[in-house]
């Protein structure tokens, strides 16, 4: 029995043989290919590039960070270490003038003296370290009607900050005298003494020297900001200056300025191209305060101030602002020791944009996808292949049973498809016997019903019979003596070259002149005259 054809929502969708054999592979390759994924992926295999950018960043972190702490180490030692120098310096110089140290203030003529006299040694600490400025505040005024401090600011202007070599000094702060006597470069920008403002840097270091602490630990970093006049960025590590009776003299301390920072801190950025690195504070939440960070270069990406740190894949810290995202890794970075007047968490992050790590990590994975993707393009082809190799003797097959009325099989070389096609061959071979055999028994039923049909005429009857036969005309005569031979009526046009109707003429013709009425008595007459030798021929059984 035929199949229907499938249908889904009234639309019929009949598939051949080969298209299903053909979807079946092409659903096994992909079945293949989506469980070779699976295992790959499961394996780690296809975060082989996310890995491997998390080993990078985590190299480059600790590398930057153990950078960090010593750097930033050494620069407090170094600037506490400038605090005793200079406060001894400034007590020897009040000393000779007679001047106690809690008394500076009320001597503004004093000022400029004690300023020179701590010049050098301000210098040399900047010459020694990697700094890009160094300065010194006191506590005390030239102009006590101005919120202004005294004190001097030098920079190095010079990449060679990053070297031991003698710096180019630039003259920011501090009496011009010292300037002229020294030959330094005074900026545009200089100013003569510092503006102060209540809970500034400078107000903040003096506030963490109350005697309750040594003084090594009473130091302070303040986070990065632009002074006054000034263009950089920077980090300044305040350490206020305590005399021996205890009065706080005013601060010193080193600079770590925006240009410093980006030549020390400047990523490898052989991989990702827009690798940046921030030191910033922390902020309540664990966020980082990028408004007073230090950056190695610009991030377009960082625009409110805050950085919210969160965990994400693979082991990497992801970054964002304003919607913005970053992935990296962070450190703590220690710039306070314990049990110091000033506290804070500082962090270092090396930080890639996600766009640019996701496009690195899918570089790393395109060989593997090109592979499956050619493994699945393969497999298609050879669905296509054996949808046509294995499929053609099975059709062959088919095709032939469909005109199985054609003698004989061409075998396929299938066995299974020409022991099929042998045995459809012996069936048609069998019913043409039976439908042969079946003909012949019905014709020879039909004559013998047509002979008991037949009535024997009487002798006078048939004497008047053969007389009349003298009178039919020749046509008729070949007519009658066709149907004596056995020959049927429809047989007579091709025989005699007639059509159909002049032969049912004869045949009435036939009729009348042998007074005979009906077929069964012409059968009669016709049978007498084989019996008694007259006719030779086939059964009368033609006659119409």
């Not at 029995?1 to 054999?21: E, Q, T, V, Y």
């Not at 970093?221 to 263009?231: C, F, Q, R, V």
């Not at 005399?243 to 600079?255: K, S, Y």
């Not at 992050?349 to 790590?357: F, G, M, Q, Y």
Request: hydrophobic share 45%; net charge negative.
């Amino acid at each position: 029995m035929r199949h229907k054809p499938f249908s889904i929502f009234h639309f019929k969708l009949s598939i051949g043989l080969r298209l299903r054999l053909f979807a079946f592979l092409a659903l096994f390759a992909a079945a293949i290919v989506l469980a070779l994924s699976a295992i790959l992926s499961a394996s780690g295999v296809f975060a082989v590039g996310m890995n491997e950018s998390r080993m990078l960043l985590h190299n480059e972190l600790s590398h930057l960070s153990e950078k960090a702490a010593n750097a930033y180490g050494a620069l407090t030692a170094e600037g506490i270490a400038l605090s005793g120098r200079l406060a001894a310096q400034i007590g020897a110089e009040l000393d000779e003038k007679g001047v106690r140290a809690s008394e500076l203030g009320a001597h503004p003529e004093l000022l400029t003296d004690v300023l020179r006299e701590c010049v050098d040694p301000a210098i040399a600490a900047l010459e020694r370290n990697r700094t890009s400025a160094v300065f010194m505040i006191l506590d005390a005024t030239i102009n006590p009607d101005t919120n202004s401090r005294a004190g001097f600011f030098f920079r190095n202007m010079e990449p060679n900050a990053l070297t031991y070599s003698e710096p180019s000094l630039y003259y920011l702060r501090g009496p011009i005298a010292i300037a002229r006597e020294r030959n330094f470069f005074v900026i545009p920008q200089w100013l003569m003494e510092f503006p102060v403002v209540g809970g500034d840097f400078f107000h903040k270091a003096i506030a963490g020297a109350d005697g309750s602490l040594p003084a090594t630990r009473t130091y302070y970093w303040n986070p990065a900001e632009t002074l006054t006049g000034d263009y950089d960025d920077a980090m300044l590590l305040c350490v206020p200056m305590t005399a021996q009776d205890g009065a706080v003299l005013g601060i010193c301390g080193l600079e770590v300025n925006d240009l410093l920072f980006k030549m020390q801190y400047r990523p490898d950025t052989s991989v990702f191209s827009d690798t940046t690195v921030v030191l910033a504070p922390v902020m309540d939440g664990g966020s980082l305060n990028t408004g007073a960070a230090m950056f190695s270069c610009t991030i377009p990406l960082i625009t409110d101030g805050v950085l919210t740190v969160s965990d994400s894949r693979h082991g990497l810290q992801a970054f964002e602002s304003a919607g913005n995202r970053c992935l990296g890794l962070s450190a703590r970075i220690s710039l306070y020791s314990k049990n110091t007047a000033h506290s804070g968490e500082w962090r270092l992050a090396v930080l890639v944009p996600e766009s640019e790590l996701a496009a690195y990590a899918a570089g790393k994975n395109r060989g593997i996808t090109a592979l499956l993707a050619s493994l699945f393009v393969c497999a298609i082809g050879l669905a296509v292949f054996l949808s046509r190799r294995y499929l053609a003797p099975v059709l062959s097959g088919l095709e032939q049973v469909k005109r199985r009325g054609r003698p004989g099989f061409e075998p396929t070389n299938v066995p299974e498809i020409d022991d099929l096609l042998d045995f459809l061959s012996e069936q048609n071979a069998a019913r043409e016997t039976e439908r042969r055999e079946m003909e012949r028994r019905l014709k020879k039923l039909g004559a013998e019903a047509e002979a008991e049909k037949i009535v024997p005429p009487s002798r006078e009857a048939y004497e008047a019979f053969k007389k009349n036969l003298a009178t039919l005309t020749k046509t008729e005569r070949e007519v009658f003596d066709l149907y004596s031979q056995g020959h049927r009526a429809k047989d007579m046009p091709a025989l005699l070259y007639r059509s159909a109707n002049t032969i049912k003429m004869h045949n009435r013709h036939i009729y009348d002149k042998l007074w005979v009425s009906s077929r069964e008595e012409l059968l009669g007459y016709m049978k007498m005259m084989k019996d008694e030798g007259e006719v030779t021929g086939g059964e009368p059984n033609g006659v119409e």
